[in-house]
């Protein structure tokens, strides 16, 4: 015997709450199922409690798929100034930082509220710490067997995430089931994470760490200028995650810790005006202390500006804005705030995220080939992608 619903969703996280609470409300009976002991805990954690929610910039451009243009037809239908509507509508306090990002003045938790509102509202049952044991096709549409017991109904929602931080609950069980109705994955990496070193770089630049500098991390024929900041592992900051998704296995990362001005110029001119003054006054005037002993630690007693000769001016430029770096990896899923790849965009329809081989079978959020750029890039997509299998759903 199973309990019968029109829909499924599986996983209540930023994706599967939207798409549940919207699909109720236009009148569908909906199962929400989580393992997790409370919904929505990656909302709780992000933007350091606070939830950067959305991007005032959202736009396809601002996110990795193998088919760029994929996302743009659910980020049209359902974008940011819809959900900030909806936050709006609850009264909910945000700010925007910087960028574009917006992030709740007080807690994540008021989104993790409103969400489990919406949900209420469409009459949703909500089943947490709930195990999903397997997902089977049948005449009715679909079986999903849980630890609370079988389940049916003609429509599944995989909303079940990426493999990012297994600590809180991450698995791969939406992969197994695209797998499982032969769906193509793209194949995935960690994205948004910490740069590490070999232990060779990781001794040289371990006096650095703390040390945060705004820079440019360019990869490939990408770039971003945002901060960085030197780890005792490697490398981090907004400027290093950004490049993190697009950088493969190998690559070299070129970074310009002074992108405002040309070193060389400016220390060749002050070689010129200020010649008694030491190398690491000039410098400390745009750098962080420690970076500049760091830079000067090999100019010993010939460091005043009237000592430099131009091949040493240009070595400390390059060494500056020039800063080309091979990390041996990344901090892997343990720290990664998304995952790269996922179930191909081929394998579904733009416009409502069902699987064009399996009708019933949708897949949103992170564990779509979709991955947003650092921002309130991919809860947006989290949004859009589940508003877009709910208006399919429901009609
Ligand atoms: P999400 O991972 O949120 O939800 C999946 C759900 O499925 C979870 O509730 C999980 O428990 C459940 N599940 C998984 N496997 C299951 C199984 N086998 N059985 C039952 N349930 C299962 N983005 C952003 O835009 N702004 C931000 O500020 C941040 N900040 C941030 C910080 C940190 C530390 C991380 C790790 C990530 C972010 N992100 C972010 C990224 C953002 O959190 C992420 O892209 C979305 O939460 C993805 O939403 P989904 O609903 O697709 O997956």
């Not at 901060?227 to 070299?252: C, D, K, M, V």
């Amino acid at each position: 015997m199973s309990s019968s619903y029109d829909v499924i969703v599986l996983g209540a996280g930023g994706a599967g709450l939207m798409c549940a609470g919207m699909a109720g409300q236009r009148g569908k009976r909906v199962l929400l199922v989580d393992h997790a002991k409370k919904a929505g805990e990656k909302i709780r954690i992000s933007g350091g409690g606070r939830c950067n929610f959305t991007n005032l910039h959202a736009a396809p451009d601002r996110f990795l798929s193998q088919d760029p243009h994929f996302c743009r037809n659910a980020l049209a239908a359902y974008s940011q100034l819809d959900f900030i509507a909806l936050v709006d509508r609850y009264g909910i306090a945000y700010h925007e930082k910087t960028l574009g990002q917006l992030f709740c003045d007080d807690s994540s938790q008021l989104i993790i509220d409103m969400l489990l509102s919406e949900c209420r509202e469409g009459e949703v049952d909500l089943r947490l710490k709930t195990d999903i044991v397997g997902v089977e096709r049948a005449a009715s549409g679909f079986l999903v067997e849980t630890s609370q017991g079988v389940f049916s109904a003609p429509a599944l929602v995989a909303a079940t995430g990426g493999k990012s931080i297994p600590k809180m609950g991450a698995t791969g069980i939406g992969y197994d089931i695209a797998r499982q109705f032969d769906l193509d994955i793209v194949p995935t990496r960690p994205g948004l994470v910490p740069f590490t070193f070999d232990p060779a770089l990781k001794e040289r630049y371990a006096p650095l760490s703390g040390v945060s500098v705004e820079a440019t991390v360019a990869t490939g024929d990408i770039s971003f200028r945002e901060a960085l900041l030197f780890t005792h592992r490697g490398l981090s900051g907004p400027a290093i995650l950004q490049a993190s998704s697009y950088w493969r296995e190998g690559e070299p990362v070129l970074i310009n810790l002074a992108p405002d001005c040309t070193i060389y110029d400016l220390l060749t001119e002050a070689r010129q005006e200020r010649p008694r003054s030491e190398c690491s006054t000039i410098l400390a005037e745009i750098l962080p202390k420690r970076l500049v002993s760091d830079l000067t630690a090999h100019l010993h007693g010939k460091s005043r500006m009237a000592d430099q000769s131009n091949k040493s001016l240009k070595a400390l430029s390059d060494a500056i804005q020039s800063w080309q770096v091979v990390p041996v990896g990344t901090e892997g899923y343990r720290t990664a705030e998304v995952t790269v790849g996922g179930v191909s965009t081929g394998a579904l329809y733009p416009k409502t995220l069902e699987a064009r081989s399996v009708p019933g079978l949708y897949f949103i959020g992170e564990v779509v080939d979709v991955t947003g750029w650092l921002g309130g890039y991919n809860f947006q997509w989290a949004w859009s992608s589940g508003a877009a299998a709910a208006r399919a759903l429901a009609g």
